[in-house]
């Protein structure tokens, strides 16, 4: 019996607080804090139990922390932005609290995410005897969890790991993003780099792509290679890994609207005097798009995510695809989100489980995957993201497209 407080009261937020309000045995209290307290209220509004809301600048160490102090929570799931991750640690070390994300730090002004701030937090929590866990959303979240998963069933070594990310949603939009999409276009504007041979690779943003048949009729998708933050943490937890790859599909009228938004400059980051006005085009543009958590009506489709592994076990080359399959319209019906909403607010309700029930508490900070696996994958199946595991021919690999370096 715990109390939690939520930070973040944008898409993921509300699946969060959703997912949390169904489990009063474990998150006995709620409290859900965000910039903007009109929509805690309007999440709280949805849900069959009371929770308390607040209004909170979780970029002002100093008046978070004196919300921590006054609502006293065990923990902190912070589904804010990025940018806030370096303030809320502080705040929860300042006053006493656990903490859990599901994306790594970013800096405003580079669109350059690293692990390296927020693990220099390591000695910091374990002096204070608080656990700090790292990434436990679906991408980085479950995606780690399901590397080190089939790592320790399946594998006595893994040396290649790629990690599928299809959305085979439509929201009927010209063009829309399904998160933040500040942050989403900082993502896959980004240049891309991959693992290999014990370095990161470099290589131009989109410039590999391959066709991947998704399981159960999902469909046939155009994946691009891509970086994600949890390259960054697999390829240092996973010393044996030789290649690590992230894949994501993207439909054409996607990049072709991404394109010519990057050609006129409609994704810098760097502000721009407009009449006598400081303005960052990608925020002007996250402005003018469609808020990510209003696509959940509209939104069909099904997503299919999951890590893709290749090693040893007993001697023998083996291949290994552990996924799950989400329904857009599923989460709607369940916590009125759609699927991508939903996959992150499920792992990051899971990771808070797991921390408060004991099974991660370490004081420290940690990536999903430093953490067993074990019964993060059980409560998978049963609070909504049930998966499989299923042995491929190792002699299967991605099929690139023809001309695929772009
Ligand atoms: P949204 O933009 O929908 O929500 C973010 C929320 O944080 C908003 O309510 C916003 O307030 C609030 N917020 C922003 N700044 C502050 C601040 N300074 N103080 C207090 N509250 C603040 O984003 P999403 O819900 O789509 O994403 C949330 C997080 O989840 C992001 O970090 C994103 O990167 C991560 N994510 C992780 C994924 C994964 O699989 N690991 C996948 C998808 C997202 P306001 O309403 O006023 O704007």
């Not at 800096?107 to 005897?129: C, I, L, M, S, V």
């Amino acid at each position: 019996m715990s109390k939690v407080m939520i930070i973040g009261a944008g898409g993921v937020g509300a699946v969060v607080t959703h997912k949390c309000a169904q489990l009063p045995e474990v998150f006995s209290e709620i409290v859900l804090a965000s910039r903007n307290e009109a929509k805690c209220k309007a999440i709280a509004g949805q849900l069959d139990r009371p929770i308390k809301t607040a209004q909170v600048d979780a970029d002002n160490v100093g008046e978070l922390t004196a919300l921590l102090q006054k609502e006293q929570p065990e923990l902190v799931i912070n589904v804010a932005l990025p940018y806030q991750d370096l303030t809320i640690m502080d705040a929860c070390l300042a006053a006493g609290v656990h903490y859990l994300d599901t994306a790594n730090y970013e800096p405003r002004d580079t669109a350059k995410f690293e692990y390296k701030w927020q693990w220099a937090y390591q000695d910091r929590f374990a002096q204070a005897g608080l656990t700090a866990i790292l990434g436990s959303g679906f991408d980085p979240g479950a995606t780690n969890l399901f590397t080190a998963y089939l790592a320790k069933h399946y594998f006595d070594e893994i040396h290649e790991l790629d990690i599928i990310d299809v959305n085979g949603g439509d929201h009927g939009y010209p063009f829309a993003t399904n998160f933040n999409p500040e942050i989403n276009i900082r993502e896959v504007s980004a240049e891309c780099r991959h693992w290999e041979g014990g370095q990161f690779v470099t290589t131009p943003p989109m410039s590999k792509m391959a066709r991947f048949e998704c399981p159960e009729n999902v469909g046939a998708f155009n994946i691009y290679r891509m970086y994600h933050e949890e390259l960054e943490s697999l390829s240092k937890h996973f010393p044996g890994l030789r290649r690590a790859q992230f894949w994501m599909s993207f439909s054409d009228n996607y990049l072709k609207h991404l394109e010519v938004l990057e050609n006129v400059g409609m994704t810098g980051i760097e502000p721009v005097e407009y009449q006598g006005q400081q303005i960052v085009p990608i925020q002007f543009l996250a402005r003018l798009l469609p808020d990510p958590s209003s696509l959940g009506p509209r939104t069909r489709g099904k997503t299919c995510i999951g890590c893709m592994v290749r090693g040893v076990k007993q001697g023998s080359e083996r291949l290994m695809y552990l996924y799950n399959i989400c329904d857009h319209q599923e989460c709607y019906r369940e916590v009125q989100s759609q699927a991508i909403s939903y996959t992150t607010g499920v792992p990051a309700m899971i990771g808070a489980k797991m921390l408060l029930e004991g099974s991660w508490r370490r004081p420290g900070v940690w990536n999903v995957e430093q953490c067993d696996p074990d019964p993060f994958m059980a409560d998978m199946n049963r609070y909504g993201l049930p998966w499989k595991a299923i042995e491929l021919d190792p002699q299967f690999q991605l099929d690139l497209v023809k001309g695929a370096d772009l």
